[in-house]
Each structure stands twice: as C-alpha cells, then as structure tokens.
C-alpha cells in the first residue's frame, strides 16, 4: 500500500507559469524549459548535433533515395569546375591551331560535361522531392507520438507552449528536410569553390585570397540573418497564433450565429489584421535589415570582381597569361563567388532551419509532463474504494487554491453525486481523478494504491467518462460512437446497445446509412453532393446523446464519470437519460457531477464542495433535513418548479439570504464549474 505522506510537499505543475527557461550547457533546451524558453544561442557542438538529428531522420525515411542525393549532389559541384577547364583548353588549343580530332575530342567532353550538368539538378531536385516527403510523413509522425506522450493537460494549456507546438509543427514538415538540403547544397559549393579556388591559384594567389577573403562576410552575414529571422518567427508566435483564433471564429460554423447576430465580424477582423500588422511589422523590419546587408555584399562581390578582371586584362595584354587563362580567370572568379554566396546562402537555410528544428526536437525530447515511474504499481480491479487523501491543488504559484485539504471516499459500487456553485473544485476533483493533473498536495488512492505509482494508460482504461465539453467528432455516426473503446468499432452490437442505452438509436436509424452515415459538412465534396452518406447534421442534444453513447460504451469499467451529463437535454429526454443511468449504474461505481439537484437526489452520497472544500455530505433526505447550503440550492430550485407556492418561494428566498431572490433560482447553477 501506498501511503500519502511522501506526497505531502507542494509539486509543480505543468500548468500556466509552469517550467523555468533552462537551456543547457550546450545550447539546446531541456525539457524543463520547453514550455517557455526562447532560441537560446548555439556552438558548432550544437549546430552539429541539430543537423545529425535531421539527418538521422532522413535516413530512417528513405536511406536509398538520400545516399543517391548525396552523391549526385557531390558530383553536381565538380562539373562547372570541370566545363571551365574544358571551355579554357578548347580556346587555347584553337589558338595554337592544334589538329581537330583534339579539338573533337575536346568539344565532344565540353558538350557531355553541359548535357550533365544541365541534367543534375533535374534529377537531384526529384530526389530532393521524394525524400522531403518521406522525411516529412516520419518527421510529423514522431512529433504526434511525442505529444500523445503528454500525460495531462497543463502544456496545452500554457500559451508559450502552444507557440512552440506551432512552431514544431510548422518545422516537422519543412525543417529536417530544408536542414538535409542546407548541408548537401554547402557541401556541393564546397566541391565547386575548391575547384575554382585552385584554379584562381594557379594564375594569382593573391586574388585567390582576396576573393576568399570578400566570401568570409557573406557567409557571417548570411548566418546572422537566418538567425535574427528564426528568433523573429518565435517572437511574432503569439501574434499569429491570435490572428489564427480571430480568422477561425469569422470561418467556423460553430461562431457563425452568433458573430451574424450580433454583428461582430468587422470588430472580429479588426482584431484578426492588427494582429496580422503586428506580425508584419517585425517581418518588414527584418527584410529592410536583409536588404541593407544584401546590398552591400553585392557591392563587395562587383567590386573584386572588377579588380580581378582588370588584372586579367593587364596580365593577357602583358603576355603573361593566355585568352583561354582569361576564359578561366572570368568564370573562376565567377564560380567562386557564386559558389561562396551559394554556401552562405545554403549555410545560412541550414541555420535558420535548424533554429526552427530546435522547436521540434524540444518537444519530442520534452517527456512527460507529469511524473512517470519506470515499473509502475500493477492496478487491480477496483474492489474497495476510492480515496481523496487531503487533496490540495492549484495550477500554479501564481494561481489560488482550487482544492483545499479535500478528504473524500467513494466505496466501490456506489453513485457519489458532487455538487456545489460554479468554481468550486467539482471538475477539477475529476481531472485529478483521471490524472489529468496531480494534486499539489496530499494522495488519490485506489484501493490503497497512489495513482501516480501506476501506468496512466491501465489507470484510464479502468474509467468511462462523459465530459460536460464533450466533443463532436466529423465521422461516422458508428465512428463516434466507437471511439469510446476502439476494439467495439466493427462491433455493430455493441454499438448499437450503446445507442440504444443513450437513446440515440432510433435516430441514427433513421439517417440514410444508418451507422455509416457522415455527421458534418466539413468534408462535403463537389462530387459526392449525391452521396446521402455525407452532410447530415445532429442537433446539440442528439451531439450530448452520442457522447453518452461513447460511455456506455465503456460500461464494464471498474468506474464511470458523469459530468453534466444531461445538460443540453429536454426535460422528456433527461428523464429517459437517467433512468437508463440508474440501470447502468447498478452496482458500478460513479462520480456524477450536476447542477440539476434532483438528478442526483437518489445518489448513494451526495458531496456538497464550497470554497475548495467539502462543506456537507449524505444523503437527500439528510441534507435537506440539515438545511444547509444542499437544502438552500434544492429549495431555491425547487421554488422555480413551482412558481405558483408562495410558501416555498419565500422559504427559498429566506434560505438564500435574499430579498426578491429571482424565481427559478438555477441561473448561478447553469454552468460548469472548472
């Protein structure tokens, strides 16, 4: 058995304000900072071990196809070196009148070297092409495994890591690939600037050192930019991200009604192009920056290019070096400085991409966000209970206390009803339950065994859940409905019990193909208009009948969790959900969270939580007869059933503490509590 005493002292959170910046040694992000850090600055050590990472990911894609781009990529940079040398021997050996089957031979291997040359970069872009998909479809499938990795909730609800998830995203599909290309193109600039340079330094060392020298800024240049944009792209994050959430809610149909009605869509897209002028601004600012030096290393570049040519020209006319010298020296010293501004440009794209990739590789090398033990305690079925060992919880130091020293049971086999005023630690108390979250203080036990000790997975497979913000999903009316236990999904008997005990059934009967059939329009095609399968549309309350579906799906978990599971319902189907509740919940242990008190009158306990705490717990009849803060919300309820019974009106309004008290009372007890 594991007890709570170890777990007594506060534990941090993964939740907002979690995580401190914390870059190692080397640069790269630990996996506490992952949640907050920017681009920290990097060595070559690092720089290395980001390109070595792309580059084993190319390789687990498509290791043929990139041995193949790698070599052609090499080769590719001899062959301007090679169709220079040729171009100069051509000239020189028509100068000296040399017989013509040199000069054959000679034009034959001049037009061979162009004809590949014009050929490789077709092939090497297919190549490219294919590995980039390839290391794309690895690259995206990782990063998702890594976030379903994510044991609770806190990362997505911590706005700097939702940045860097974008960003990780973005650079999943482009950045391994762009840093692989990066490196290729540097090490094909390298062969050609080798070739060239050797051959500048057979007719003049010292322009050979003087164009190498004009080089060495343009690489430093080009290596700062990539970064200032990288860092830009992080900076501007939040911004886009906002521009995203207004430009979704001016396109969704779920906003639709309301941004017509209340004419909100002008005030909507002014939101949506500040934000998108925000971004700009930094962008602009950046690309002036770029221009600028861009600019000036085109000045540098005509300027020794001048230099060298007026030397050849001197030289030639001097008789020192020969026409087909000159023929060289011109594309030698063109070559050069267009394989340097290559490298530097290439250089610069690996750069920036790996910046970019760091993204990615922080969170796929973040691990979980909640602690993991590496043998966790085997979970038995549930046979005693369920305990809330002085639970205390807050989703960060910044935040207040949401739970205060809870110490609840819920005995196997029983249906405990929680209920309470918005914001008192209700849901709450069911994230921790699912693990969601961990307590910051004290122990959830079941049957004696800490939660945290055991596997999550084996811990949520134990539990069947309806969440009052249950999602609607764009499948299959079947597809909803079995995504509830996965193993049921061509199982039509037991989906159609799980409708059936939802009271769903009929309804998907009635659609045209039946369980087959497509509940959205988001993926309505021209061509399949007449394809009665796509398109059909439910209401809010039949969407609610589906998710109950989805749990009654799970019914033979050791325990159920209900959460407003009635609330969009009308009062004929209510009724209809809860005596089919009654029936599953016959010797199954459940949580059953509402604000509707007389669906949870019949509870085996009923939890009353205020301010963080429990206030009362019983029974009914035991809380109303106790009149406290139970019997005050089910009177005050109960007045607003019966408008006409002055006495009870009264009575409620007394109880409440408020004069005039509005009828029905149950406004403040609407919505859900978090």
Known sequence: MSGAGARDRPREQGGPGAGASRPDRDGTLSPEGVDRAPLPAAGVATWVRRLAIALSLA????????????????????????????????????????????????????????????????????????????????????????????????????????????????????????????????????????????????????LTLLVLAAGVPTLIAEIAMSRRRAGMLWTIGSAERREIFYSQLLTSVQAAKEVRLFGIGPFLRGR??????????????????????????????????????????????????????????????????????????????????????????????????????????????????????????????????VLRGVNLRVPKGAAVALVGLNGEGKSTLIKLLCRFYDPTRGAILWDGVDIRDVDVAELRRRIGAVFQDYMSYDMTAGENIALGDLTALDDRDRLAAAARAAGIHDKIMELPSTFDTLLTRMFFMESEKEDARNGHMLSGGQWQRLALARAFLRDRRDLMILDEPSAGLDAEAEHEIHVSLKRHQ???????????????????????????????????DELTAAGGIYARLFALQASGYHPGTEEART?????????GAQAPGAASLSAGTR
């Open 272 to 401: 949506m192009l500040a934000e998108r002028s925000t971004a700009n601004r930094s962008k602009r600012a950046v690309d002036r920056r770029e221009t600028v030096v861009q600019t000036g290393l085109g000045l540098l570049a005509a300027l020794v290019s001048g230099v060298g040519l007026f030397w050849a020209v001197i030289s030639a006319h001097s008789g020192r070096i020969s026409v087909g010298d000159v023929a060289m020296f011109v594309a030698a010293i063109t070559g050069t400085q267009g394989a340097l501004v290559a490298m530097a440009g290439d250089a610069a794209r690996a750069n920036q991409a790996l910046l970019m990739f760091d993204h990615y590789v922080a969170v796929t090398t973040a691990g979980p966000d909640l602690p993991v033990r590496a043998a966790p305690t085997p979970l038995p079925p549930l046979r005693h209970g369920i305990e809330f060992r002085d639970v205390w919880f807050r989703y960060s130091d910044d935040h207040s206390w």
């Open 586 to 620: 016959a010797d199954q242990t459940s949580l059953l969270v509402s604000h509707r008190l007389g669906a949870v009158r019949d509870a085996d306990r009923i939890v009353v939580l205020s301010d963080g705490q429990i206030a009362e717990q019983g029974r009914h």
């Open 651 to 659: 009575a409620a309004e007394q109880a409440h503490g408020v004069a």
């Open 59 to 206: 390789a687990a894609a498509a290791p043929g196809t990139l041995a193949l781009y790698v070599s052609l990529t090499l080769v590719a940079g001899a062959f301007p070196v090679v169709a220079t040398w040729l171009t100069k021997n051509v000239i020189d050996h028509l100068i000296a009148g040399s017989p013509l089957g040199t000069l054959a031979g000679l034009a034959v291997g001049l037009a061979v070297a162009g004809t590949i040359t014009a050929a490789l970069p077709q092939v090497t872009h297919y190549l490219r092409a294919e590995a980039d998909r390839a290391v794309g479809v690895i690259a995206q499938d990782r990063l998702f495994a890594a976030v379903e990795g994510f044991v609770g909730l806190g990362r997505f609800e911590n706005p700097h890591f939702l940045d860097r998830l974008r960003l990780a995203q973005q650079a999943s599909m482009v950045s391994p690939a762009q840093a692989v290309d990066g490196a290729l193109g540097v090490g094909g600039a390298l062969v050609t600037l080798v070739g060239f340079l050797g051959s500048l330094l057979l007719l003049s060392p010292a």
